[in-house]
């Protein structure tokens, strides 16, 4: 069973920064995905960031040129730093796993920026 440990999440100002970690535990293939994608009220569920295990990343269009996605391996951790943040990044943000198995969701983690 794969479980995900999400921290970083709270309140910012506008124009500051945070930084989200998941941390994934459990039988997992060497080769996985990582990521994470957000929901606001109201709103689906998006793409934040993705990077595979080979370090292959993938950014939504909203977060290009201000989060940058990393990931230990050996810690099987990966790392959001989220930089000039908006009102507009204000969800829940939720890490994800997926491997050729099963993808498997963390239970979500907080972020609001006022303005």
């Known amino acids: 069973q794969v479980q995900l440990v999400e921290s970083g999440g709270g309140s910012v100002q506008a124009g500051g920064s945070l930084r989200l970690i998941c941390a994934a535990s459990?039988?997992?293939?060497?080769?996985?995905?990582m990521g994470w994608y957000r929901q606001a009220p109201g709103k689906q569920r998006e793409l934040v960031a993705i990077?595979?295990?080979?370090?292959?990343?993938n950014y939504g269009d909203s977060v290009k040129g201000r989060f940058t996605i990393s990931r230990d391996n050996a810690k099987n951790t990966v790392y959001l730093q989220m930089n000039s943040l908006k009102s507009e990044d204000t969800a829940v943000y939720y890490c994800n796993i997926r491997d050729i198995l099963a993808s498997r969701w963390g239970q979500g983690t907080q972020v609001t920026v006022s303005s």
């Open positions: 990077i595979s295990s080979g370090g292959n990343t």
């Open positions: 459990g039988s997992i293939f060497s080769s996985n995905a």
